[in-house]
């Protein structure tokens, strides 16, 4: 099948390409995000892979349909940013990525949490300057320490398995508890609780209407004073000017993210000699207890591998007829 793959880096191509060696589909690839603007490019292939941060609302799916696409693939396990609704009606099947590495995105997680704790960025730059002085370096014992986990899918069960390893009280909030996690000895509790005695909280749910700004000015008051949050799920989740508002009156101790609400026109770009215009996103990063990566925390070989592999199968299985468990 012709496939046109939108926001495509060259570490796409490659395993992609790597993995179409099995598939032999005929690939095409462009750098550019999907919008308005470049949705003609689609003209004429049958099948659009995308990635989060492509448009795929209802306008950009009646230009596609409208050129004969019958196929979006996502290359995520997040559709949030598609209008299923409307691709349901114009007939376009819509299939994702639902796991990878949860492992690559769990151990990501745990990175921020040491990166924050330990100040090994600060430590870092300090030793580049011939810095060696400890001051404002101190740290945490992660050992005993309270982590909440926010959606125990595979992602947060993984990351709850390794915060065990560091001997910390595991605690989750979950509508839809995992019973692997009960039998890890995580104790379940409401959302406000889970808040109210964590030291460290950290979100792996997905994003749908009622995880929409999980984190605001409401839910944040039951937050234990200093405690430290984490994101590396979807960045809505989170109400970034709330956060903010916590983090300059010290209820949030610590803020690490991979993810960011408005990041579709930030991530996966070189902006080094542009000037942010962002100016919530500035603030956020001025603030010397907040690390922010650029959605990263999938980006493993293993991962990337993953992701061309299910995403190949995915369209094959669209294009041959037979059921695919990846569609939605």
């Known amino acids: 099948m012709r496939v046109a793959f939108f926001s495509a880096k060259s570490y796409d ?26 949705v003609t490019l689609a003209q004429d292939f049958p099948a659009i892979c ?17 050129t004969g696409t019958q196929l979006l693939a996502l290359r995520s396990a997040g559709f949030n940013h598609v209008d299923l609704n409307t691709a349901k009606d114009l007939g376009i099947a819509v299939v994702r990525v639902p796991a990878y590495s949860p492992y690559a995105v769990a151990e990501h997680a745990v990175g921020l949490i040491l990166m924050l704790n330990r100040k090994l960025y600060r430590s870092y730059n300090r030793v580049r300057d011939d810095n060696f ?26 990351f709850a398995q390794i915060m065990q390893g560091f001997g910390c009280r595991v605690i989750a909030y979950d509508v839809h508890p995992n019973p692997s996690c009960v039998k890890q000895g995580i104790d379940y509790l409401d959302l406000l609780d889970v808040m109210g005695q964590s030291d460290i909280l950290s979100l792996h749910c997905p994003l749908v209407p009622t995880t929409y700004h999980l984190i605001n000015e409401d839910t944040l008051q039951a ?106």
């Open 223 to 328: 937050l234990k004073p200093g405690a430290m949050l984490i994101n590396t799920s979807r960045g809505a989740l989170v109400d970034t000017k709330a956060v903010i508002t916590g983090i300059k009156s010290g209820q949030i101790g610590y803020f690490g993210t991979d993810v960011y609400e408005e990041e579709e026109n930030l991530f996966f770009e070189d902006l080094s000699d542009h000037i942010i215009q962002d100016d919530t996103f500035q603030l956020l990063q001025s603030f010397p207890n907040v690390v922010i990566t650029a959605h990263q925390a999938f980006f493993t070989q293993e991962a990337l591998a993953t992701i061309a592999q299910t995403t190949l199968a995915n369209i094959r299985k669209i294009e041959q007829g037979y059921p695919c468990e990846n569609q939605l």
């Open 50 to 66: 995308a990635f989060i941060n492509d448009d795929l609302g209802a306008r950009i799916l009646h230009s596609l349909a409208d």
């Open 13 to 38: 191509q490659a395993s992609f390409d790597q993995a179409n060696q099995e598939f032999g589909h005929d690939l095409t690839y462009f750098d550019t995000r999907l919008t308005a603007d470049t």
């Open 133 to 158: 002085a400890l001051q404002g370096l101190l740290g945490f014992d992660l050992h005993r320490k309270t982590v909440g986990v926010i959606g125990t899918g595979q992602i947060g069960q993984c």
